[in-house]
């Protein structure tokens, strides 16, 4: 499901709106995944706490928006664009694909939490189909 | 049996309670069919389906949303036997309407983006792992006759 032309201006528009709150979403988007999907937490064992809205979420929430911010700038060539951090999560994070989708859902519920007005049902349609690319883009080099 | 905690309990009926149904119920469908398109094979006399804003105004697509909303609501009064209650319908969706069970999950998805926009600082994450809890057993109750 590629991005058309349309999709692209519309993520792009949506991001330049929502960017100023970006580590608000990283952090609630990150809190949510933890919270609702438990399974998650395997990943972050060597945190001190994994509870909403504390400090080594914060920091991680913010990590993580900003490479999505990245993918925003490299829309028009994902995989070339995010293929350092494609190997980051194949070869030394493994992050099963499977939580990249988990991810998505929950910065999705957040973008609908913070933004009811902006987050239309075509926003909703570019940044789903964007993040389900981005997911692509992260696990090409897995194997 | 599904075991509910006390604040999984309150805060379905909460949500559920304060929600008006035609306006969750039109706007979780029509999101449901511009995000995921090919859900609209299922409706195909709902008429003009051709884009976002036709979607949006399609008096069938409001109706229908009111009738799910309601449909769920039967699951809301009835939390210690979802699955009992949902029989008849589990048959319904398979041997009558023919949908494929994993567009459940996307109607449930929408119902979710429209849920926090609603509510926003509200849904907690807290409140949303009891809300998808809840439509978890919803849409797995409604798997169940499947065969």
């Known amino acids: 499901m590629s991005l058309s032309a349309n999709d692209k201006a519309t993520v792009k528009a949506f991001w330049a709106k929502i960017s100023p709150k970006?580590?608000?979403?990283?952090?609630?988007?990150?809190?949510?995944?933890?919270?609702?999907?438990?399974?998650?937490?395997?990943?972050?064992?060597?945190?001190?706490?994994?509870?909403?809205?504390?400090?080594p979420v914060r920091k991680h929430g913010k990590k993580i928006i900003a490479g999505i911010g990245l993918a925003v700038e490299k829309i028009d060539d994902l995989f070339a664009g995010l293929l350092t951090l494609s190997e980051l999560h194949a070869f030394q994070l493994r992050v099963d694909p499977a939580n990249f989708r988990i991810l998505s859902h929950n910065i999705l519920v957040v973008l609908a939490m913070l933004f009811p007005d902006d987050f239309t049902p075509?926003?909703?349609?570019?940044?789903?189909?964007?993040?389900?690319r981005l997911a692509l883009a992260l696990s090409d080099k897995y194997r | 049996m599904v075991e509910w905690t006390d604040f999984e309990r309150t805060t379905i009926q909460n949500i559920f309670s304060k929600m008006n149904y035609?306006?969750?119920?039109?706007?979780?469908?029509?999101?449901?069919?511009?995000?995921?398109?090919?859900?609209?094979?299922?409706?195909?006399?709902?008429?003009?389906?051709?884009?976002?804003?036709a979607i949006m105004g399609n008096p069938m697509v409001a109706a229908h949303?009111?009738?799910?909303?309601?449909g769920l609501d039967r699951a809301v009064k009835n939390m210690d036997n979802i699955k009992a209650?949902?029989?008849e319908l589990s048959v319904l969706h398979s041997e009558k309407l023919h949908v494929d069970p994993d567009n459940f999950k996307l109607l449930g998805d929408c119902?979710?983006?429209?849920?926090?926009?609603?509510?926003?600082?509200?849904?907690?994450?807290?409140?949303?792992?009891?809300?998808?809890?809840?439509?978890?057993?919803?849409?797995?109750?409604?798997?169940?006759q499947y065969h």
């Open chain 2, 111 to 144: 119902l979710t983006v429209v849920c926090a926009a609603q509510l926003g600082a509200a849904f907690t994450p807290e409140v949303q792992a009891a809300f998808q809890k809840f439509l978890a057993v919803v849409i797995s109750s409604l798997q169940r």
């Open chain 2, 22 to 53: 035609d306006v969750v119920g039109q706007q979780a469908l029509a999101r449901c069919l511009i995000v995921y398109p090919w859900t609209q094979r299922y409706f195909g006399n709902f008429g003009n389906l051709y884009n976002a804003a």
């Open chain 1, 122 to 132: 075509e926003a909703h349609l570019a940044m789903d189909k964007f993040l389900a």
């Open chain 1, 22 to 55: 970006a580590d608000d979403i990283g952090n609630e988007a990150l809190s949510r995944m933890l919270y609702v999907y438990p399974q998650t937490k395997t990943y972050f064992s060597h945190w001190s706490d994994l509870s909403p809205n504390s400090a």
């Open chain 2, 85 to 87: 209650e949902y029989a």
């Open chain 2, 65 to 70: 949303g009111k009738v799910v909303l309601h």
